[in-house]
């Protein structure tokens, strides 16, 4: 029941404190929401080109590999046709 009065006296005491302080709520909006609109815009754009980064692969499907990933993935297909070979 003490939740239940505390609550009720919260939202009496916001709507009061919108009434009395509406012009700043106001300007507190006016700064935020192009400051939330710049800071998700930003974030939609990582997301979207950090997708697009993993679109961009080869045919076979496999990202791009540096040299040395290369050369490590031909050593174990040779490996594998040489185990392939003694079964």
């Known amino acids: 029941m003490k939740i239940i009065i505390g609550g009720a006296i919260a939202v009496l005491l916001g709507l009061i404190g919108i009434g009395v302080w509406f012009p700043y709520l106001l300007a507190i909006l006016k700064g935020t929401i192009p400051l939330v609109l710049l800071l998700g815009g930003s974030l939609a754009l990582y997301?979207?080109?950090?997708?697009?980064?993993d679109t961009w692969q080869n045919d076979d499907g496999i990202v791009a590999e540096s040299d040395?990933?290369?050369?490590?993935?031909?050593?174990?297909e040779k490996e594998l046709e040489k185990l392939k070979k003694d079964k």
């Open 47 to 53: 997301l979207g080109f950090d997708e697009l980064k």
């Open 68 to 76: 040395d990933d290369k050369e490590r993935i031909a050593d174990l």
